[in-house]
C-alpha cells in the first residue's frame, strides 16, 4: 500500500510506535485522528514523498503501535488517576466512576455517569476527562440542571464557576498536562458564582 516506504517500529518512552517512513527532503509527519490509523494516509504519503520525508505512525493505542499501559480510553485514564490522587491527598472524597482500567471504553457512557451524579444531587460537583473534553461536555448537558464546562487554562476554569456556575469540569487529557489540570481543578473547586446576575442567568 505505501510503496517504496519502510515500515518501522521506534521506542517512544518505552511504548513501541509503528511507522512507515519514505521519501527524502525535509520532514513531514503525518498525524490520524480516532479511529483511524497511518493507513489513512496512504494515498497522499506518496505524493508528498516526491518532495519531503514522510513519517506517517500509528499514535499510541492504534493501528499496530503498543497500547497504553494500564488506562486511558483515548488518554484519559492516566490523567483521572493523577487528579484523584491530588484530590483524596488534599481531602477531597472521590466517587470514582469509571474507567477502572486499561481497556477502551466509551466516553458518553462514563459523562453520563458522573452527569447523573451531579444531576440528583448525589454529588455537588463533577469532573469528567476525556482526550479533547468536548465530547463529555456535549453528553453532561444533556442532564437537568448540570452546567459542565470544558476548561482548558485558569482563565477558562474562573469564568466557568463564577460567571456561569459550572457544576461539572470537563478536561481535554490530550490537550493539557497534568500539572495544568491541576491548577485548572484546584482553582475550580475553590470558586463559587456569587454575583446576582450571573446566578439568575444561569438558574
Known amino acids: 500500500m505505501f510503496r517504496k516506504f519502510e515500515r518501522e517500529t521506534v521506542d517512544a518512552a518505552g511504548v513501541e510506535i509503528n511507522l512507515v517512513r519514505g521519501g527524502s527532503g525535509p520532514p513531514v509527519l503525518l498525524l490520524h485522528g480516532y479511529p483511524q490509523s497511518h493507513v489513512m494516509w496512504h494515498q497522499i504519503a506518496p505524493i508528498l514523498a516526491q518532495h519531503f520525508t514522510v513519517v506517517a505512525p500509528d499514535l499510541r493505542g492504534y493501528g499496530d503501535s503498543a497500547k497504553p499501559e494500564a488506562g486511558a480510553d483515548h488518554g484519559g485514564y492516566a490523567l483521572k488517576e493523577a487528579l484523584r490522587a491530588w484530590l483524596e491527598k488534599a481531602g477531597h472524597p472521590v466517587d470514582d466512576c469509571g474507567t477502572h482500567d486499561g481497556a477502551r471504553c466509551d466516553y458518553p457512557d462514563v459523562a453520563a455517569r458522573v452527569a447523573q451524579k ?25 442532564l437537568p440542571g448540570v452546567r459542565a464546562a470544558l476548561c482548558y487554562d485558569v482563565s477558562s476554569a474562573r469564568n466557568s464557576r463564577e460567571h456561569n456556575d459550572a457544576n461539572v469540569l470537563t478536561l481535554g487529557a490530550g490537550l493539557i498536562g497534568a500539572a495544568l489540570a491541576q491548577q485548572i481543578l484546584e482553582l475550580w473547586l475553590s470558586l463559587e458564582c456569587r454575583e446576582e446576575r450571573h446566578l439568575r442567568r444561569v438558574a
Open 118 to 142: 451531579v444531576s440528583t444531587g448525589s454529588c455537588v460537583r463533577g469532573v469528567i476527562i476525556d482526550g479533547a473534553g468536548i465530547g463529555s461536555a456535549m453528553v453532561a448537558n444533556k
